[in-house]
């Protein structure tokens, strides 16, 4: 078990990293949806080689639900709302509000079993380390010294929409999850769900014409971003039958913070050097005494 804890804290890791060479790749091609389709096209090919030098199976059984296959459209509509709220709330409120919405709904998704989860009912102590696990993300977040909006007082549609990321990212990893049992790996569920997500970004792109093209010369690292976000979605599809999705959320999302504060100490794929700071310590540290009090009681 502890091996899985691990291996989720890393897959957080990979969440910051991803989120640099992206932001890289959007500067070199001008648009973020034609960059996006540019990362997950790398993406789906990388884990597409993979299928085929392993001969996996990519085709579900008859039995396997619907909504088996709507992971790639909840990561595409997680994206493209982070990309239209961030201008009205800004940075720290785009990160926090959607760990709210993951926290609820790892909670009622384990609780009640949808997707074909394990039930893990709610208790006082799971309501208790996740309303912890919050206020440690809230701490870290905010520690790092960056206003919470921009501009005038942000409506109540956005910060609303900014929950809802939460929630469309705990579904992707449960069903996603689920479709890798169905499977019988997660290495084919992920290429199965970014090859859903490659497809709909191209209809974003013929319908809304920022078709990419590269307008600057960018670092060799901005191409990574693919394959990072691809080993993101095959560890999360590893990691949520065996964890529940409420754990593997919370594990994630301090891996999360731990390479968002390694990138801003070193200074790593271009960022502005930032030191970590006391409060941010803390807020690590209250977030892993939730996940602990989450997952033990």
């Not at 990212?169 to 997660?186: D, E, F, P, T, Y």
Request: aromatic share 10%; charged share 5%; proline share 4%.
């Amino acid at each position: 078990m502890i091996g899985y804890f691990a291996l989720a804290i890393v897959v957080g890791c990979m969440v910051p990293a991803q989120s640099a060479m992206n932001t890289r790749l959007k500067v070199s091609y001008g648009t973020t949806i034609g960059a996006s389709f540019v990362s997950f096209v790398i993406g789906t090919a990388f884990l597409g080689a993979i299928v085929v030098s392993e001969s996996l199976n990519i085709v579900p059984p008859v039995s396997t639900p619907w909504w088996s296959y709507i992971g790639g459209a909840m990561g595409i509509l997680a994206l493209l709302t982070i990309i239209t709220i961030f201008p009205h709330i800004g940075a720290v409120e785009t990160v926090v509000l959607p760990v709210g919405g993951k926290i609820l709904s790892g909670l009622l998704i384990d609780h009640f079993g949808w997707f074909n989860s394990q039930v893990q009912p709610i208790t006082t102590y799971r309501l208790a380390g996740a309303g912890l696990a919050a206020a440690g993300m809230l701490l870290a977040v905010c520690g790092r010294g960056k206003k919470s909006r921009v501009g005038p007082r942000p409506k109540f549609i956005w910060r609303v929409m900014g929950i809802l990321v939460g929630v469309y990212a705990a579904i992707q990893a449960a069903v996603n999850g689920n479709l890798s049992k169905m499977l019988g790996s997660s290495i084919a569920s992920g290429f199965v769900s970014y090859a859903t997500g490659t497809m709909l970004l191209l209809l974003l792109v013929i319908f809304s014409g920022q078709v990419p093209h590269k307008t600057t010369r960018g670092r060799w690292w901005m191409w990574l971003g693919g394959p990072v976000g691809a080993l993101f979605v095959v560890g999360m599809a590893q990691l949520v039958p065996h964890l529940g999705t409420g754990v593997t959320l919370l594990v994630v999302l301090i891996g999360q913070l731990l390479g968002s504060m390694a990138i801003d100490q070193f200074a790593l794929f271009g960022a502005r050097k930032a030191n970590v700071t006391f409060i941010r310590l803390v807020g690590v540290a209250a977030l892993g005494w939730g996940m602990y009090v989450y997952y033990m009681y």
